[in-house]
């Protein structure tokens, strides 16, 4: 596929001239099947082709009403969620852990393959991203599942309540020794962190800022599952903290990080850079921000703007990100219709590895900036393990990920295209899959490649989805599809 690779680039891009105003459908700019799986596949993992049709059907807002609908919480993994962790763990107690992260990574990662119309799981990811754990040093699963819940209920709601929950969350009092706090000897970890990444970002705020910041944080501990704070290991003398003194905690110190309008520029180019582009339009940013502190700092009011906008919806705009492995691994199975879990064509513990080949593993980022992310997602190494792995959801063969085996069930990949509009009609068929497949418009040259391979020398209108031999030729046209370098884009 190497030359196709290089006579089907994906085109290049230039930045949007529209601005946040709200997006209206025009002839030049349709409310159509791509500006609906552009939204889609920037929102959920892996739109299904019913998906896109039924938001055809419906409107952009309507669709982002639906996607910031709250969603019940998800039965846990088990029942060891609700147990105290181990307090001095043996070597067979850190086993135990082990598995249960594992687990906790597996269950994670059905929820995303097998998702709904909703945000939330995007979201879950985003935060877990922003502020990033890891599990292996944190090494208590149930303070992981515990964090992972907050981010699922926090998911698109305020920005200010869920930092606030995550001065005090368990597992990062572990991960930056936020337990070990206290009066007299400051640990500095977490207050550096939640001004450089969690908050306001590099170059606003001094070193003495991050002292007095720690000392105001002093006293928090971990019980069981929970945090509480202990009165006796908390500073309680005046701290000068961003220029403003008193006797500050963990609340009043955030509270002055609110305060400052840096804060809200800062997550507010985050979320451009996961629903828009890694490379930020700060006069945009600018704007949203402004959004978010006018509705103290509720992030619905931001989302719902920014996912109406003509910005968004833009040419520009679509098919401008590289997709992460997760996308990649689990959205291409949620797109090409695989049902992930034990009874179905894969298992989410087979996504989890082969995201991780790829890097990105979840509960585990590489550092406490999570992933890189960008071009970094895509090298001279990860690429055609991409390949494979799309290839191995087409085919459906079982296989090994390093030392682990995996059985797979085949796709039925004529009943895949029979959830098309007309998939006894060639050339509406390679348009249609094409067109669900990737960012891009299906052109001459596309549609001519696409044909050859589904048709292999018959005419068009001998093409029968029901003739034998019809599943073969749709699995290589779907592998074709997938190794294009736009499908690496979303």
Known sequence: MTDLATQFAAPKLTRSNAGLERYVPTDEHPWDDRRASHLLRRTIFGPTPAEIDSAVRSSPDAIVEQLLTEQQLPDPPDSWVNQDPFTRPDSAERRIERERVNQTRTWWMELIANQGMSLTEKMTLFWHHHFATQAIDVRKPQLMFKQNTTFRQSAFKNFKTLVLSMNTDPAILYYLDGRLNRVGRPNENYARELMELFTMGVGNYTEADVGEAARAFTGWVVEGRRSRLDIGRHDQAEKTFLGRTGNWNDLSATNIIFDQPVTAKFICRKLYQEFVYDIPDEAIVDQLAQILRDNDYSLKPVLETLLLSAHFFDETTIGSRIKSPIELTAGTARTLGLEVGANGNLTAEFLVDQATDLGQKLLDPPNVAGWQGYRSWISTNTLPKRHLHTDKLVDGKSHFVGRA????????????????????????????????????????????????????????????????????????????????PEYQLG
Request: contains cysteine; aromatic residues 12%.
């Open 405 to 484: 085996f995996y059985e797979m069930q085949t796709m039925d990949h004529i009943a895949y295209i029979k959830t098309f509009p007309k998939p006894w009609d060639a050339v509406e068929l390679v348009r249609s899959v094409g067109g669900c497949l990737s960012a891009f418009p299906v052109d001459a040259a596309r549609e001519e490649l696409y044909l050859s391979v589904l048709l292999e020398g018959a005419e068009v209108y001998d093409w029968n989805p029901d003739a034998r031999g019809a599943g073969f030729r749709v699995a290589n046209l779907l592998k074709l599809i997938l190794e294009l």
